[in-house]
C-alpha cells in the first residue's frame, strides 16, 4: 500500500521555464512533508518542507503548495535551471512517533538549456 | 563538517555470505535511520536508532537483517546470509532530534550492495 505517490515518473521543462512536480498521499495522519532532491550515486538532499498547518512555502526559486482537503501537494520551481535535473522525491511524516519518512517513488526533472 | 559517512560505497557479496554497511551520522547527531531502495523504487523505510537502542524496526524483515548504533563507533546494518534480492541501495541518514519539523533527515550517499 503506497501512502505516498508520484504518479508521473518524469518530466521534461526548458531552462526559465516553471516545473512542477505532483505528489498525492492517503494517509491522514501525515502532518508534514518534504521535498528531496537526488542526483546519481549519491544521498537525497533536503530540499524544502511545508507543515499541514500551512498551505504555502517559499524558499527561493523553490515554492511547495498543499492541499490538505485533496491530500495533494506541489513542487514549484522557477524558473528551471539545468542543474535542477535529478530524480525528486515527495516524503511525508506524523508527527509524535518516530517520524520516519514516507517516500514517494520518485520523479525525474529534466530542464533543457 | 563532515556529513553523514557510509562505507563501503559499493560491496559485492556471494550468495549465502554476510554483508557489514556503517554509517558515521553527522557530528552532534544522535538519531539514525536506514533506508534501502530498490531499482526503479523510492527509499523505504527499515530502522530507527537512538544511541544504544532500537526505536523503530518496523521496516526490517524478521530475519537475516539487524542494526545496532552502540555508544562508540558507528551504526552497522548487517545482513547475514544475502539474498539476490538484498541487492539494493541502503542509505543512512541522521538527525539531531526526532522532531521532523526542526530537522529534516540529512542522508549519506549509500552503500550500493550486489549479491552475485
Known amino acids: 500500500d503506497q501512502q505516498v505517490k508520484q504518479n508521473s515518473p518524469s518530466l521534461s521543462v526548458q531552462e526559465g521555464r516553471i516545473s512542477i512536480l505532483n505528489c498525492d498521499y492517503t494517509?491522514?495522519?501525515?502532518?508534514?512533508f518534504l521535498w528531496y532532491k537526488k542526483y546519481p550515486a549519491e544521498g537525497p538532499t533536503f530540499l524544502i518542507s511545508?507543515?499541514?498547518?500551512?498551505d504555502k512555502n517559499e524558499d527561493g526559486r523553490f515554492t511547495v503548495f498543499l492541499n490538505k482537503s485533496a491530500k495533494h501537494l506541489s513542487l514549484h520551481i522557477v524558473p528551471s535551471q539545468p542543474g535542477d535535473s535529478a530524480v525528486y522525491f515527495c516524503?511525508?511524516?506524523?508527527?509524535?512517533?518516530?517520524?520516519?519518512?514516507?517516500f514517494g517513488k520518485g520523479m525525474k526533472l529534466t530542464v533543457n538549456p | 563538517n563532515a556529513g553523514v559517512m557510509q562505507n563501503p560505497r559499493h560491496l559485492v557479496r556471494r550468495r549465502g555470505q554476510e554483508a557489514r554497511l556503517r554509517c558515521s551520522p553527522m557530528?552532534?547527531?544522535?538519531?539514525v535511520y536506514w533506508y534501502r531502495q530498490l531499482p526503479e523504487e523510492g527509499l523505504k523505510f527499515m530502522v530507527y536508532?537512538?544511541?544504544?537502542?532500537?526505536?523503530?524496526e518496523s521496516g526490517m524483515p524478521k530475519e537475516r537483517f539487524s542494526a545496532e548504533f552502540p555508544k562508540e563507533g558507528p551504526s552497522i546494518l548487517r545482513i547475514q546470509q544475502v539474498v539476490r534480492g538484498d541487492s539494493a541501495a541502503y542509505f543512512c541518514?541522521?538527525?539531531?532530534?526526532?522532531?521532523?519539523?526542526?530537522?529534516?533527515?540529512?542522508f549519506g550517499n549509500g552503500t550500493r550492495l550486489t549479491v552475485t
Open positions: 557530528k552532534g547527531h544522535s538519531h
Open positions: 541518514a541522521s538527525s539531531p532530534t526526532a522532531d521532523r519539523a526542526n530537522s529534516p533527515l540529512h
Open positions: 494517509n491522514s495522519m501525515f502532518d508534514y
Open positions: 536508532l537512538q544511541k544504544e537502542n532500537i526505536i523503530d
Open positions: 511545508i507543515s499541514s498547518i500551512k
Open positions: 516524503a511525508a511524516a506524523s508527527q509524535g512517533g518516530s517520524e520516519k519518512l514516507v
